[in-house]
């Protein structure tokens, strides 16, 4: 038994008969899918994600309202028994701002009745009906599936336009992502050329260096003795790797 199973193995089973899709009123395709050039890969896009996370995380959440008291106690705790209500805002904050999409589903306990909260990732996820009643089916990327009433699931969207429920994909990002990994190489290669060839001395890579915002520059590493400027054979640094956190 898995993470899958403690979530989703003690929700009611769909009703009725399986009746295909639930359709939109503009006719696109009730379909979510994860975009596959995500742009978290990127460290200057993931250090402004994280920050909006870790600001996120920091609100307080209270649950108000006479109905459900076992409910309530329950989420004055936390979300769910595996995560604290800030890490429930973290992980759904990134998810929002990575996919534009993020879903809220709950999570029952043994007896059938809602324990809690949780903010699944779904590699893909559609529309459908079961007697009538639409449903979000879940499929994960282990192959896993769980369709939830979608009267009890949550949908948040950023750049919601063509689709009525889920928000855009983030590949109108692609040039940009594209831009900030060109700049990192041509500033990662510009820097060991003045190294390597000897353009400048020690010194004037150093300054070189300085003059960067704080954080571009990782240093790791070693270069054989090389002649610079008429300096005296010493080991210069090699960068080896620029990160983007200071751009």
Not at 132 to 159: Q, S
């Amino acid at each position: 038994m898995g993470l899958f199973d403690k979530l989703f193995g003690n929700r009611p089973k769909p009703r009725g008969d399986y009746q295909g899709e639930f359709r939109l009123l503009n006719g696109y395709k009730p379909h979510f899918t994860s975009f596959g050039g995500s742009v978290y890969e990127s460290e200057l896009v993931r250090s402004a994600i994280d920050k909006r996370a870790t600001h996120m995380s920091k609100l307080q959440v209270d649950v108000q309202g006479a109905a459900k008291p076992a409910l309530r106690v329950k989420l004055k705790h936390g979300p769910n028994a595996y995560q604290t209500w800030g890490q429930f805002l973290y992980r759904l904050s990134t998810i929002l701002d990575v996919h534009n999409t993020a879903f809220i589903t709950p999570v029952w306990d043994e007896y059938g009745e809602i324990s809690g909260l949780y903010a699944p990732l779904p590699t893909r996820c559609e529309l459908i009906q079961y007697g009538g009643v639409p449903y979000i089916r879940y499929e994960f990327a282990w192959g896993e599936r769980a369709a939830v009433e979608l009267e009890y699931c949550g949908i948040m969207t950023r750049f919601q336009y063509k689709n009525e429920l889920f928000g855009e994909n983030n590949e109108a990002l692609k040039p940009v992502l594209d831009l900030i990994t060109m700049q990192r190489q041509g500033i990662q290669e510009g820097i060991i050329l003045l190294l390597v060839h000897g353009a400048v001395d020690v010194v004037g890579v150093a300054a070189v260096i300085a003059a960067l915002p704080p954080g571009l520059v990782h240093v790791d590493g070693l270069v054989g003795d090389q002649r610079c400027g008429g300096i005296e054979e010493v080991q210069l640094l090699l960068v080896t790797e620029v990160a983007a956190d200071g751009l």
